[in-house]
């Protein structure tokens, strides 16, 4: 038999799990895309890195009224540059659509262009036979239909075009098929976890959020994602004839649409850049992403506000194109009234406000400055997903403690980085009663405090005579 002869060593698994910070300003969007120029899908989250992924999953197009997501795609990508999101388009192809119509084409260099609108493969042309006489495609122009062989004149074309307006607020806010255990619209919100693993904390419904019964529904899902999850609706004011097109009347449009929750951001007007008008919640809610990861702010939390950061805007609008132009007291009325709007008062247009949409009726900063509401979600989420392992262990001293020591290294961590001012966990007799015990059920009280917003400061100058009196003696 072998010898046995020295020192030898091996290691265990450690027995304190730090928890493993998860990925903040996620964006959950529902609308609508060009799919059917990029045989895209229906009604199924899908996960987005860049530009060139969204364009070949979802299609493009400049026409954000018709195409809601492209605006979500073009202001996450090419703007700000932030990743992943998560996008659900509702426009089926096979559902919205117009009739049938034929037209008399004229066919110039070989080629026919028809609106983006089109779906190829309804297209008919009297006496022609795709594959043999022409061929289909699309390109940012629209539907092009080539001919294979010189062709000149005038052609019958017979096609369908989707109908972007058919989409109603039923599909965008969706439900669960109980025929075919199908979700749909904001339904699926609970299947990106199980899919991607990853949970959105940033709900965005471009062109829709000033409907009251959606921005309820978005609100409603923020607040309970998978059962334990929670995000943020963010929702902007209708700045048509209809809504508030005037910054005093904002307060009143929002407490007629009970946006009042604190997990609402409601923001005031639209952002244009150039030619291009965006809804102010695709920016604002780019530009938190974007503060939560970068280095100098957030550095992968979301303990910074987005308030007095760069927007991408040169002006502020309303829906029909009108310049809006607020100081600073009007700007921070709308604060008080819990609405987020945009300034360009000394280094350049940026967001403006730190409130959610429940100040001032709410007194509890938890509630109300979303830097630290969306600290607690963000401590809440972590903490939930480190330790998911640990559901259905003997629950043993052991384990409590390593749980407790975990825990606790990682808030002096967050302490020491400043995002927050202090934090611990405690297992406290009084919340663990023996009966609890013996049913399995263990509470560990978080305290938390991230710091607030430096809302406000204060500078008092007086006339010293002192140094009057030292220079001039003689």
């Known amino acids: ?29 529902v609308g609508t895309a060009p799919v059917h120029t990029v045989n895209g899908k229906v009604n ?37 540059e932030i990743s992943p999101i998560v996008v659900v388009n509702v426009l089926d192809p096979a559902k919205h659509k117009g009739e049938a119509k034929t037209t008399e084409e004229n066919v110039t260099d070989n080629q026919i262009v028809l609106p983006i609108e089109t779906i190829k493969d309804s297209i008919e042309i009297t006496g022609k036979t795709k594959g043999e006489d022409y061929d289909t495609f699309y390109t940012e122009k629209g539907c092009v239909i080539e001919f294979l062989a010189d062709t000149t004149g005038k052609v019958s074309v017979k096609h369908t075009e989707v109908d972007p307006s058919k989409v109603t607020k039923k599909d965008i806010i969706g439900g669960l098929d109980t025929s075919t255990h199908k979700a749909t619209g904001f339904e699926l919100i609970d299947s990106v976890f199980p899919k ?64 009042t929750k604190p997990n609402e951001l409601v923001c005031f007007p639209k952002l244009k850049l150039g030619d291009r008008i965006f809804n102010h919640s695709t920016q604002l809610a780019a530009l938190i992403s974007a503060v939560d990861t970068d280095e100098d702010y957030g550095d992968g939390s979301p303990c910074e506000s987005a308030s007095n950061k760069p927007l991408q805007a040169d002006s502020a609008v309303l829906a029909s194109g009108e310049e809006v132009l607020l100081d600073l007291q009007q700007a921070n009325y709308l604060n008080d009234n819990g609405v987020i709007t945009a300034i360009n008062f000394y280094n350049g247009f940026v967001s403006w406000g730190n409130y959610t949409a429940a100040f001032p009726q709410s007194s509890d900063p938890v509630d109300y400055f979303y830097c630290i509401s969306r600290m607690f979600k ?97």
């Not at 062109?207 to 999850?229: L, R, S």
């Open 196 to 259: 991607f693993t990853i949970v959105p904390d940033l709900i965005l419904c471009p062109n829709w959020t000033h409907d009251q019964e959606v921005a309820a529904i978005m609100a409603a899902k923020a607040e309970n994602i998978n059962g334990v999850f929670d995000a943020n609706a963010i929702i902007d004011v209708d700045t048509t004839a209809s809504g508030a097109t005037y910054y005093a009347n904002v307060p009143e449009w929002k407490k007629k649409k009970n946006l």
């Open 44 to 80: 199924e989250p899908i996960m987005l890195q860049n530009y060139s992924e969204a364009a070949e999953q979802l299609g493009y197009s400049d026409d954000w009224e018709k195409y809601s997501l492209c605006e979500e795609i073009y202001t996450a990508f090419q703007l700000y």
């Open 1 to 29: 038999m072998a010898i046995t002869h020295g020192i030898h060593t091996n290691k265990v698994a450690t027995s304190v799990s730090t928890p493993t910070e998860v990925e903040t300003g996620i964006h959950f969007v």
């Open 378 to 474: 963000w401590v809440a989420k972590t903490v939930t997903l480190t330790y998911w392992n640990s559901l259905d262990r003997r629950m043993t001293r052991r384990l409590i403690d390593a749980i407790l020591q975990g825990v606790n290294d990682w808030l002096n961590g967050l302490t020491t980085e400043e995002k927050i001012l202090g934090g611990r966990v405690e297992f406290r007799e009084d919340e663990n009663s023996l009966t609890a015990l013996m049913a399995g059920k263990a509470k560990f009280h978080i305290y938390l405090t991230p710091p607030s917003p430096l809302q406000e400061m204060e500078f008092t100058l007086e006339y010293d005579v002192s140094y009057l009196s030292a220079a001039l003696e003689v």
